[in-house]
């Protein structure tokens, strides 16, 4: 036997973006953009028995005395996304992030085809108050943040939202052979849609040294809504399996830890760099919502 697959993706990406500084003491970055992807994706094989010699392998299926069905396949989708993003910086002290997403894919049905994800970050670079001058011979960096942000989950088959009829052959022979035949429809859920995770986290950043040790720390929650799972049971004597669509809530919480430190010396004549990292995270998660 032998097969062959094809993967072809195309993007096409457009970005704007605008930096203006108003003074010392203002800036600001702002960027729109516009997004298209195509996935497409298609198969070959074919097959066969009883060769005469085995030098032919599968570069010549059709001496095969037995030749077997060939099968190929194909499918593809797109999507389509509109993102904006803001930066406002007030004197190297207080930072402000604001960024939307408007995605559509065609896995969806047209009336759930499009999902809006925004988000938000502020930031405080305490280090930078005038109250901490005296911390600037040790002290590099201290911030404070806090964000908020919505992001969009598409990972699921195409067609889904389509009750496809499957073709296929007989695997026993009727009249002079092997015939076609289809199958009925399988059940569709009842929404299928984006999963959307949305995350709160509260952070701090720690530069001392110079910048050799550095200490990070983050608490954060995250809501993930909208989960492609199995659906609701359905009684056995319907004769088919139910579908899978958005039935399913899960809940995060957890908090990370991240302590680093980096230097070098001098080591017979040269500069030698090290560094060491250590790490400490713990989450728990409950499932909120599940047929």
């Known amino acids: 036997s032998k097969s062959k697959s094809n993967y072809y993706t195309i993007i096409n990406e457009n970005i704007l973006t ?3 500084r108003f003074n010392k003491n203002h800036a600001l970055n702002l960027m729109g953009g516009v997004t298209f992807q195509t996935y497409q994706y ?22 095969a005395s037995t030749p077997g069905t060939p099968s190929s396949g ?7 996304s509109f993102l904006g993003r803001a930066n406002y910086n007030l004197m190297e002290r207080y930072l402000l992030t604001v960024t939307a997403r408007y995605d559509g894919s065609s896995k969806f049905p047209v009336n759930e085809m499009w999902g809006f994800f925004p988000s938000a970050s502020a930031a405080w670079r305490i280090s930078e108050e005038k109250f901490m001058e005296g911390t600037r011979s040790w002290l590099d960096n ?3 943040r806090f964000s908020v942000g919505a992001l969009g989950n598409g990972n699921v088959d195409p067609y889904k939202f389509l009750p496809t009829m499957s073709i296929d052959k007989t695997g026993v022979i009727v009249g002079d052979g092997q015939v076609n035949y289809t199958s009925y429809p399988g059940l569709i859920p009842n929404n299928l849609t984006w999963e959307k995770v949305t995350t709160y986290d509260v952070g701090v950043d720690v530069d001392m040294f110079k910048n050799r040790l550095t200490i990070g720390f ?5 809501n993930t809504t909208d989960m492609y799972t199995v659906g609701p049971t359905l009684p056995e004597v319907l004769g088919t399996t139910q579908p899978k669509g958005n039935y399913a809530n899960l809940k995060t919480k957890g908090w990370e830890l991240t302590l680093s430190w980096r230097d070098n010396f001098k080591l017979a004549g040269s500069d030698f760099h090290y560094g060491v990292k250590f790490m400490l995270w713990d989450s728990q998660s409950w499932i909120t919502k599940y047929n």
Request: aromatic share 18%; no cysteine; proline share 0%.
């Open 142 to 144: 201290l911030k404070l």
């Open 18 to 20: 605008y930096d203006k």
């Open 218 to 222: 983050d608490w954060y929650r995250r």
């Open 42 to 63: 298609n198969d070959l094989g074919g097959s066969g028995t009883g060769f005469l010699r085995d030098v032919y392998e599968t570069n010549n299926l059709g001496v």
């Open 74 to 80: 194909y499918s593809d989708y797109r999507m389509a």
